[in-house]
Protein backbone atom coordinates (compact mmCIF):
# COMPACT_ATOMS: atom_id res chain seq x y z
CA UNK A 1 0.00 0.00 0.00
CA UNK A 2 1.22 3.51 -0.90
CA UNK A 3 1.59 5.96 2.08
CA UNK A 4 -0.19 8.57 2.17
CA UNK A 5 3.07 10.97 1.69
CA UNK A 6 3.23 9.62 -1.66
CA UNK A 7 -0.80 9.90 -2.45
CA UNK A 8 -2.68 13.56 -2.13
CA UNK A 9 -5.97 13.55 -1.85
CA UNK A 10 -8.73 15.64 -2.02
CA UNK A 11 -11.74 14.04 0.35
CA UNK A 12 -14.72 14.06 -1.56
CA UNK A 13 -18.53 13.20 -0.56
CA UNK A 14 -18.60 9.82 -1.09
CA UNK A 15 -15.33 9.79 -2.45
CA UNK A 16 -11.70 10.18 -2.88
CA UNK A 17 -10.14 12.59 -5.74
CA UNK A 18 -6.34 11.38 -5.68
CA UNK A 19 -3.29 13.08 -7.48
CA UNK A 20 -0.08 11.54 -8.20
CA UNK A 21 2.87 13.78 -6.11
CA UNK A 22 5.35 13.81 -8.44
CA UNK A 23 3.30 15.57 -10.80
CA UNK A 24 1.88 18.22 -8.56
CA UNK A 25 5.20 18.60 -7.31
CA UNK A 26 6.34 19.10 -10.58
CA UNK A 27 3.93 21.61 -11.87
CA UNK A 28 2.36 19.10 -14.45
CA UNK A 29 -0.70 17.17 -12.92
CA UNK A 30 -3.06 16.07 -16.27
CA UNK A 31 -4.78 13.33 -14.38
CA UNK A 32 -6.65 12.91 -11.05
CA UNK A 33 -8.52 9.67 -10.12
CA UNK A 34 -11.42 9.54 -8.76
CA UNK A 35 -12.71 6.77 -6.47
CA UNK A 36 -16.01 6.48 -4.69
CA UNK A 37 -17.14 4.93 -1.83
CA UNK A 38 -20.62 6.25 -1.74
CA UNK A 39 -22.06 6.38 -5.73
CA UNK A 40 -25.64 7.84 -3.86
CA UNK A 41 -23.57 10.74 -1.96
CA UNK A 42 -20.88 11.24 -4.85
CA UNK A 43 -23.50 11.38 -7.33
CA UNK A 44 -24.77 14.92 -8.00
CA UNK A 45 -21.08 16.95 -7.30
CA UNK A 46 -19.51 13.87 -9.73
CA UNK A 47 -22.13 14.94 -12.19
CA UNK A 48 -21.45 18.42 -12.46
CA UNK A 49 -17.41 18.14 -12.45
CA UNK A 50 -17.04 15.37 -14.88
CA UNK A 51 -20.41 15.58 -17.09
CA UNK A 52 -23.28 13.04 -17.22
CA UNK A 53 -21.91 10.02 -19.78
CA UNK A 54 -17.99 9.95 -17.47
CA UNK A 55 -20.25 9.90 -14.41
CA UNK A 56 -22.20 6.93 -15.17
CA UNK A 57 -18.95 4.83 -15.76
CA UNK A 58 -17.63 6.11 -12.65
CA UNK A 59 -20.67 4.95 -10.96
CA UNK A 60 -20.62 1.79 -12.99
CA UNK A 61 -16.67 0.63 -12.03
CA UNK A 62 -16.74 2.92 -8.92
CA UNK A 63 -13.54 4.80 -10.00
CA UNK A 64 -12.70 6.22 -13.06
CA UNK A 65 -9.58 8.11 -14.33
CA UNK A 66 -10.03 11.83 -16.10
CA UNK A 67 -7.93 14.99 -17.12
CA UNK A 68 -7.15 17.35 -13.95
CA UNK A 69 -9.04 20.41 -12.66
CA UNK A 70 -7.10 22.83 -11.52
CA UNK A 71 -8.77 23.56 -8.84
CA UNK A 72 -8.82 20.37 -7.34
CA UNK A 73 -5.06 19.49 -8.18
CA UNK A 74 -4.24 23.32 -6.43
CA UNK A 75 -6.05 21.76 -3.25
CA UNK A 76 -4.86 18.64 -3.30
CA UNK A 77 -1.31 20.28 -3.50
CA UNK A 78 -1.76 22.34 -0.89
CA UNK A 79 -3.38 20.07 1.45
CA UNK A 80 -0.29 18.18 1.02
CA UNK A 81 2.24 20.85 1.76
CA UNK A 82 0.19 21.42 4.80
CA UNK A 83 1.01 18.31 6.13
CA UNK A 84 4.11 16.88 4.81
CA UNK A 85 6.18 19.67 3.58
CA UNK A 86 9.93 18.82 4.73
CA UNK A 87 11.31 22.11 6.30
CA UNK A 88 15.03 21.48 6.53
CA UNK A 89 17.86 24.19 6.61
CA UNK A 90 19.93 21.66 6.55
CA UNK A 91 18.37 20.25 3.47
CA UNK A 92 18.16 23.77 1.83
CA UNK A 93 14.08 23.45 2.13
CA UNK A 94 12.57 26.72 3.74
CA UNK A 95 9.77 26.55 6.25
CA UNK A 96 6.35 27.99 5.19
CA UNK A 97 4.33 30.42 6.95
CA UNK A 98 1.10 28.05 8.21
CA UNK A 99 -0.80 31.79 8.37
CA UNK A 100 -0.07 31.95 4.23
CA UNK A 101 -0.64 28.20 3.70
CA UNK A 102 -4.29 28.64 5.13
CA UNK A 103 -4.93 31.38 3.27
CA UNK A 104 -4.42 29.84 0.24
CA UNK A 105 -6.01 26.63 1.16
CA UNK A 106 -9.02 28.83 2.35
CA UNK A 107 -9.36 30.53 -1.25
CA UNK A 108 -8.45 26.75 -2.88
CA UNK A 109 -11.44 25.15 -1.10
CA UNK A 110 -13.83 27.93 -1.86
CA UNK A 111 -12.48 27.54 -6.03
CA UNK A 112 -13.62 23.64 -5.88
CA UNK A 113 -17.26 24.86 -4.50
CA UNK A 114 -17.76 26.89 -6.60
CA UNK A 115 -16.66 24.14 -9.49
CA UNK A 116 -18.63 21.61 -7.91
CA UNK A 117 -21.06 22.56 -4.86
CA UNK A 118 -21.27 20.12 -2.27
CA UNK A 119 -18.00 17.93 -3.56
CA UNK A 120 -16.25 18.41 -0.15
CA UNK A 121 -16.57 16.96 3.18
CA UNK A 122 -14.90 19.16 5.22
CA UNK A 123 -12.10 16.45 6.31
CA UNK A 124 -9.93 19.43 6.41
CA UNK A 125 -11.55 23.06 7.00
CA UNK A 126 -14.00 25.33 5.43
CA UNK A 127 -12.99 28.16 4.06
CA UNK A 128 -14.24 30.19 7.04
CA UNK A 129 -12.26 28.03 9.39
CA UNK A 130 -8.96 28.67 7.38
CA UNK A 131 -9.59 32.11 6.69
CA UNK A 132 -10.27 32.78 10.98
CA UNK A 133 -6.67 30.16 11.46
CA UNK A 134 -5.01 32.39 8.97
CA UNK A 135 -5.63 35.60 10.52
CA UNK A 136 -5.68 34.57 13.89
CA UNK A 137 -2.25 35.61 14.87
CA UNK A 138 -2.21 39.32 13.22
CA UNK A 139 -1.07 40.42 10.14
CA UNK A 140 -0.16 38.10 7.63
CA UNK A 141 3.48 37.94 6.63
CA UNK A 142 4.00 38.05 2.74
CA UNK A 143 4.06 39.89 -0.62
CA UNK A 144 1.23 42.61 0.50
CA UNK A 145 -0.30 42.56 -3.41
CA UNK A 146 -0.56 38.49 -3.71
CA UNK A 147 -2.36 38.52 -0.06
CA UNK A 148 -4.42 41.54 -0.80
CA UNK A 149 -5.22 39.77 -4.14
CA UNK A 150 -6.02 36.55 -2.01
CA UNK A 151 -8.29 38.18 0.34
CA UNK A 152 -10.55 40.18 -2.29
CA UNK A 153 -11.41 36.55 -3.57
CA UNK A 154 -12.43 35.86 -0.39
CA UNK A 155 -14.28 38.86 0.52
CA UNK A 156 -15.69 38.38 -2.86
CA UNK A 157 -16.83 34.66 -2.07
CA UNK A 158 -18.15 35.50 1.70
CA UNK A 159 -20.06 38.11 0.41
CA UNK A 160 -21.65 35.94 -1.95
CA UNK A 161 -22.14 33.16 0.99
CA UNK A 162 -23.67 36.03 3.37
CA UNK A 163 -20.93 35.99 5.41
CA UNK A 164 -21.22 39.57 5.88
CA UNK A 165 -18.59 40.08 8.86
CA UNK A 166 -16.12 37.55 6.91
CA UNK A 167 -16.59 39.11 3.76
CA UNK A 168 -15.64 42.96 5.17
CA UNK A 169 -12.81 41.30 7.53
CA UNK A 170 -10.91 39.35 4.39
CA UNK A 171 -11.36 42.65 2.49
CA UNK A 172 -9.57 44.78 5.53
CA UNK A 173 -6.83 42.52 5.88
CA UNK A 174 -3.03 43.94 5.15
CA UNK A 175 0.24 42.39 4.62
CA UNK A 176 3.32 42.93 6.70
CA UNK A 177 6.17 41.92 4.23
CA UNK A 178 8.96 40.21 6.69
CA UNK A 179 9.42 36.22 7.69
CA UNK A 180 7.56 34.87 10.87
CA UNK A 181 10.15 34.36 14.28
CA UNK A 182 10.80 30.42 14.21
CA UNK A 183 12.37 28.37 17.01
CA UNK A 184 14.89 27.33 14.91
CA UNK A 185 18.29 27.47 15.86
CA UNK A 186 21.77 26.18 15.33
CA UNK A 187 22.37 23.58 17.61
CA UNK A 188 25.49 21.66 18.94
CA UNK A 189 26.12 18.15 18.34
CA UNK A 190 25.50 15.13 20.55
CA UNK A 191 26.91 14.47 23.62
CA UNK A 192 30.24 12.85 23.57
CA UNK A 193 30.34 9.33 24.79
CA UNK A 194 32.44 9.68 28.10
CA UNK A 195 32.84 7.89 31.61
CA UNK A 196 28.99 6.62 32.81
CA UNK A 197 28.09 6.53 29.65
CA UNK A 198 26.02 3.38 29.52
CA UNK A 199 24.93 3.44 25.52
CA UNK A 200 24.27 5.72 22.88
CA UNK A 201 22.69 5.98 19.72
CA UNK A 202 20.92 8.23 16.84
CA UNK A 203 17.33 8.00 15.36
CA UNK A 204 15.39 9.95 12.58
CA UNK A 205 12.28 11.48 13.13
CA UNK A 206 9.40 9.69 11.24
CA UNK A 207 7.36 12.38 9.83
CA UNK A 208 3.68 10.47 10.26
CA UNK A 209 4.71 11.19 14.07
CA UNK A 210 4.74 14.44 14.90
CA UNK A 211 2.93 17.89 13.78
CA UNK A 212 3.55 18.80 10.52
CA UNK A 213 5.75 22.04 10.90
CA UNK A 214 7.55 21.50 14.08
CA UNK A 215 10.48 19.50 13.71
CA UNK A 216 13.74 19.09 11.16
CA UNK A 217 12.74 16.64 8.30
CA UNK A 218 16.38 15.82 7.88
CA UNK A 219 17.23 12.46 9.01
CA UNK A 220 19.61 11.80 11.89
CA UNK A 221 18.43 14.71 14.20
CA UNK A 222 17.55 12.66 17.21
CA UNK A 223 20.51 11.66 20.01
CA UNK A 224 19.61 9.64 23.03
CA UNK A 225 22.29 8.17 25.35
CA UNK A 226 22.08 6.00 29.15
CA UNK A 227 24.02 7.49 31.97
CA UNK A 228 24.79 5.95 34.70
CA UNK A 229 23.69 7.56 38.08
CA UNK A 230 23.46 7.25 41.85
CA UNK A 231 20.18 6.02 41.61
CA UNK A 232 20.12 3.70 38.30
CA UNK A 233 20.71 5.56 35.24
CA UNK A 234 18.92 8.38 33.36
CA UNK A 235 18.01 8.49 29.81
CA UNK A 236 18.55 11.82 27.88
CA UNK A 237 16.92 12.41 24.62
CA UNK A 238 17.76 15.37 21.83
CA UNK A 239 16.29 16.30 18.73
CA UNK A 240 17.84 19.23 16.83
CA UNK A 241 16.03 21.31 14.89
CA UNK A 242 12.78 22.94 16.38
CA UNK A 243 10.62 25.32 14.52
CA UNK A 244 7.90 25.71 16.46
CA UNK A 245 6.67 24.38 20.10
CA UNK A 246 4.27 20.69 20.47
CA UNK A 247 3.64 18.55 22.88
CA UNK A 248 6.05 15.56 21.96
CA UNK A 249 7.61 12.48 23.96
CA UNK A 250 9.70 10.05 22.84
CA UNK A 251 9.42 5.89 23.71
CA UNK A 252 12.39 4.04 24.10
CA UNK A 253 12.02 0.20 23.42
CA UNK A 254 14.65 -2.40 24.16
CA UNK A 255 14.57 -5.51 21.18
CA UNK A 256 10.97 -3.97 20.48
CA UNK A 257 9.66 -3.88 23.76
CA UNK A 258 8.69 0.09 25.39
CA UNK A 259 10.75 0.41 28.60
CA UNK A 260 10.73 4.51 28.80
CA UNK A 261 8.58 7.39 28.08
CA UNK A 262 10.75 10.77 27.94
CA UNK A 263 8.31 13.78 27.41
CA UNK A 264 10.16 16.42 25.77
CA UNK A 265 10.52 20.11 25.92
CA UNK A 266 11.45 22.83 23.82
CA UNK A 267 14.50 24.35 24.50
CA UNK A 268 17.06 26.58 21.71
CA UNK A 269 16.11 25.39 18.85
CA UNK A 270 15.56 22.07 20.04
CA UNK A 271 13.55 19.39 21.87
CA UNK A 272 14.89 17.66 24.68
CA UNK A 273 14.61 15.86 28.04
CA UNK A 274 15.50 12.88 30.32
CA UNK A 275 13.70 10.47 32.66
CA UNK A 276 14.86 8.49 35.33
CA UNK A 277 15.04 4.22 34.70
CA UNK A 278 13.60 2.05 37.33
CA UNK A 279 16.19 -0.50 38.69
CA UNK A 280 14.31 -3.08 36.22
CA UNK A 281 14.94 -0.75 33.01
CA UNK A 282 18.59 -0.13 33.56
CA UNK A 283 19.79 -4.06 34.51
CA UNK A 284 17.46 -4.46 31.08
CA UNK A 285 19.76 -2.05 28.69
CA UNK A 286 23.05 -2.73 30.73
CA UNK A 287 23.80 -6.18 28.64
CA UNK A 288 26.34 -6.59 26.68
CA UNK A 289 24.35 -6.56 23.39
CA UNK A 290 21.64 -4.49 23.24
CA UNK A 291 19.22 -3.42 20.93
CA UNK A 292 17.25 -0.25 21.64
CA UNK A 293 15.02 1.85 19.39
CA UNK A 294 13.50 5.11 19.98
CA UNK A 295 10.42 6.31 18.23
CA UNK A 296 9.95 10.52 18.37
CA UNK A 297 6.14 11.85 18.61
CA UNK A 298 2.93 8.69 18.63
CA UNK A 299 4.66 5.57 19.02
CA UNK A 300 1.08 3.56 18.88
CA UNK A 301 1.37 0.73 16.22
CA UNK A 302 -2.07 2.16 14.27
CA UNK A 303 0.23 5.02 12.85
CA UNK A 304 1.39 4.07 9.09
CA UNK A 305 5.04 5.00 9.65
CA UNK A 306 7.42 6.72 6.56
CA UNK A 307 10.64 5.02 5.95
CA UNK A 308 13.89 6.82 5.09
CA UNK A 309 13.09 5.58 1.81
CA UNK A 310 9.72 7.08 1.53
CA UNK A 311 11.18 10.75 3.10
CA UNK A 312 14.50 10.43 0.59
CA UNK A 313 11.81 10.46 -2.11
CA UNK A 314 9.86 13.36 -0.97
CA UNK A 315 12.62 15.69 -0.03
CA UNK A 316 13.82 14.89 -3.58
CA UNK A 317 10.60 16.08 -5.46
CA UNK A 318 10.57 19.34 -3.01
CA UNK A 319 13.91 19.90 -3.55
CA UNK A 320 13.32 19.87 -7.86
CA UNK A 321 10.64 22.51 -7.28
CA UNK A 322 13.40 25.04 -7.00
CA UNK A 323 14.03 24.88 -10.91
CA UNK A 324 10.20 25.55 -11.73
CA UNK A 325 8.96 29.33 -11.99
CA UNK A 326 7.74 30.81 -9.20
CA UNK A 327 4.10 31.35 -10.53
CA UNK A 328 3.82 27.64 -10.65
CA UNK A 329 5.30 27.44 -6.97
CA UNK A 330 2.36 28.78 -3.88
CA UNK A 331 2.28 31.98 -2.27
CA UNK A 332 4.20 30.58 0.49
CA UNK A 333 7.20 28.80 -0.66
CA UNK A 334 7.43 32.30 -3.09
CA UNK A 335 7.08 34.41 0.53
CA UNK A 336 9.93 32.17 1.78
CA UNK A 337 12.35 32.34 -1.07
CA UNK A 338 11.79 36.11 -0.98
CA UNK A 339 12.59 36.02 2.47
CA UNK A 340 15.73 33.85 2.09
CA UNK A 341 17.22 36.02 -0.97
CA UNK A 342 16.68 38.91 1.36
CA UNK A 343 19.17 37.32 3.95
CA UNK A 344 21.97 36.85 1.61
Known amino acids: MTHPVHTPVVAADGGLVRFALADLLGGSATAMRIELTDAGAAEPWLTRLVGAETSVTALEQGHVDVPA ?40 TAAVEDVAEGLL ?22 PAKEVQALCTRLSTWFDAQDDV ?33 LAEGRASVDWARVPPGVLDAAEGTVTWRIVATAAAARLEVTVAGA ?10 THDGEPFAEVPLHLGAGRFAGSV ?15 HIGLVVGVAAEGV ?41
Do not use: K
Open 69 to 108: RPELATLALLLWVRHWWPASPSLGIPSLDPALLDLETAVA
Open 121 to 142: DDFEATPAELFDAAIAGGALAG
Open 165 to 197: VRAETAAAVRSTPGQRDYALAAGGGPAAHGEGV
Open 243 to 252: FADAVLGAVA
Open 276 to 290: DLDAAAARLVAGPSI
Open 304 to 344: TGTTPEDRAAVVALVRAREALPLPARTLAERAAAGNAAEEF
